[in-house]
């Protein structure tokens, strides 16, 4: 029996041996050259590219792949980015320069709002997401990974209404109400929001609105708040461009505590932010409402030190503002983006606030 056993085996280990020595090596295709014309092609490219090459097959592998390699801070960045296209389960963080596994069920919800981080540590946490400073926040590799879908396919992330929301903020000492609702969506390439921000008074005391506003009002962005502490120190805000709304900047003039206004697009001269209000007078039993819409570019979201988004998250800005390209960016143009999804297409136009640039 033991014998038999091992004829078997050793008849086996023949065939085998056989069939290896018949299976054809790995073959290159157009890449076919002699080993000495495909090391001489790889002098000429960079570490990143060589890297990608030799991940490639195991043949280019074997003949490219250096023995000792270091890359740089930037050369491991390119890497990871193009390994991120073609990985679908991965984004990457700048931050870390790390490659992590992005889920569908990271997207809790509640109130259909985004809560739950894709940021891999605290610093990620802490720096890389956009809030309107009322009830949204949106952290920037959700962001991303919603854009990896729209460049490289559905397997790469997931829908832009997974980013729409809403929110009820009360505020018990002033009896206010703010409601929020904000919508995403991916107009030429770049990712935009759309909020719908509503301020009441629960029982329409003006007065106790006022306070709210003055004192702990919502903002459209880091450069356009609706309260007043601002107002403190002209000096201070000017130099961070900081600039009220003017339409909710008091005048003690008046008998009133509110002024009725229509809506008319006004536009911050840092970010790429514009907002339209309405203010009016809705009966003694509601007051006075008052509701801003507001409309955002956050830009292809390929790096979170861009402008595009940086300047969302700082009341300085860091690489650049609007302002200096008033004809690309001129007011009223990213309610006409948004507008391109919708039945009817809105104009561009309407007004700075804060400096002239005449």
Same mark, same amino acid.
């Given at each position: 029996?033991?014998?038999?056993?091992?004829?078997t085996?050793?008849?086996?280990s023949?065939?085998?041996?056989?069939?290896?020595r018949?299976?054809?090596?790995?073959?290159?295709?157009?890449?076919?050259?002699?080993?000495?014309?495909?090391?001489?092609?790889?002098?000429h490219?960079?570490?990143?590219?060589?890297?990608?090459?030799?991940?490639?097959?195991?043949?280019?592998?074997?003949?490219?792949?250096?023995?000792?390699?270091?890359?740089?801070?930037?050369?491991?960045?390119?890497?990871?980015?193009?390994?991120?296209?073609?990985?679908?389960?991965?984004?990457f963080?700048?931050?870390?320069?790390?490659?992590?596994?992005?889920?569908?069920?990271?997207?809790?919800?509640?109130?259909h709002? !985004? +809560? &739950?981080?894709?940021?891999?540590?605290?610093r990620? $946490?802490?720096?890389?997401h /956009?809030? @309107?400073?009322?009830?949204? *926040?949106?952290?920037?590799?959700s962001?991303?990974?919603?854009?990896?879908?729209?460049?490289?396919?559905?397997?790469?992330?997931?829908?832009?209404?997974k980013?729409?929301?809403?929110?009820?903020?009360?505020d018990i000492?002033?009896?206010?109400?703010?409601?929020?609702?904000?919508?995403?969506r991916?107009?030429?390439?770049q990712?935009?929001?759309?909020s !719908? +921000? &509503?301020i009441?008074?629960?029982?329409?005391?003006? $007065?106790?609105?006022?306070? /709210?506003? @003055?004192?702990?009002?919502? *903002?459209?962005?880091?450069?356009?708040?609706?309260?007043?502490?601002?107002?403190?120190?002209?000096?201070?805000?000017?130099?961070?461009?900081?600039?009220?709304?003017?339409?909710?900047?008091?005048?003690?003039?008046?008998?009133?505590?509110?002024v009725?206004?229509s809506?008319?697009?006004k536009?911050c001269?840092?970010?790429?932010?514009?907002?339209?209000?309405?203010?009016?007078?809705?009966?003694?039993?509601?007051?006075?409402?008052?509701?801003?819409?507001?409309?955002?570019?956050?830009?292809?979201?390929?790096?979170?030190?861009h402008?595009?988004w940086s300047?969302?998250?700082?009341?300085?800005?860091?690489?650049?503002?609007?302002?200096?390209?008033?004809?690309?960016y001129?007011p009223?143009?990213l309610?006409?983006m948004?507008?391109?999804?919708?039945?009817?297409?809105?104009?561009?136009?309407?007004?700075?606030?804060?400096?002239?640039?005449?």
């Amino acid at each position: 029996m033991a014998f038999a056993v091992s004829s078997t085996i050793r008849w086996c280990s023949l065939h085998l041996a056989l069939l290896f020595r018949l299976r054809p090596h790995p073959h290159l295709g157009h890449l076919a050259f002699p080993p000495e014309i495909i090391l001489m092609i790889v002098a000429h490219l960079n570490k990143t590219s060589i890297i990608s090459l030799t991940l490639t097959c195991r043949t280019l592998f074997r003949i490219c792949f250096p023995r000792s390699l270091e890359l740089s801070l930037s050369e491991k960045e390119d890497f990871l980015l193009l390994l991120e296209k073609d990985i679908a389960h991965l984004y990457f963080c700048y931050h870390c320069v790390k490659l992590h596994r992005w889920r569908t069920s990271w997207f809790h919800t509640r109130n259909h709002r !985004v +809560l &739950t981080d894709l940021c891999c540590g605290i610093r990620c $946490k802490q720096e890389s997401h /956009f809030s @309107d400073g009322a009830t949204y *926040r949106l952290p920037y590799p959700s962001a991303r990974v919603v854009m990896n879908r729209h460049f490289y396919g559905a397997s790469h992330g997931v829908p832009a209404s997974k980013l729409d929301g809403w929110n009820v903020f009360r505020d018990i000492r002033f009896g206010a109400k703010v409601y929020n609702t904000t919508y995403a969506r991916i107009i030429d390439d770049q990712l935009m929001l759309s909020s !719908v +921000l &509503t301020i009441s008074q629960a029982k329409g005391d003006a $007065k106790l609105l006022r306070q /709210f506003i @003055d004192l702990d009002g919502p *903002r459209v962005c880091h450069h356009l708040p609706t309260d007043s502490w601002s107002e403190q120190d002209h000096s201070w805000s000017e130099r961070n461009h900081i600039h009220r709304i003017p339409e909710l900047v008091r005048n003690n003039s008046l008998p009133d505590y509110f002024v009725s206004c229509s809506p008319s697009v006004k536009s911050c001269i840092v970010c790429l932010t514009d907002y339209c209000i309405d203010i009016g007078w809705h009966g003694r039993r509601k007051g006075w409402v008052i509701k801003i819409v507001t409309y955002r570019q956050l830009g292809a979201v390929r790096s979170p030190f861009h402008w595009n988004w940086s300047s969302m998250l700082y009341r300085l800005p860091q690489d650049g503002q609007r302002s200096l390209d008033p004809l690309r960016y001129r007011p009223g143009i990213l309610r006409h983006m948004w507008s391109k999804a919708d039945e009817v297409l809105l104009e561009p136009g309407g007004d700075w606030v804060g400096e002239s640039l005449a």
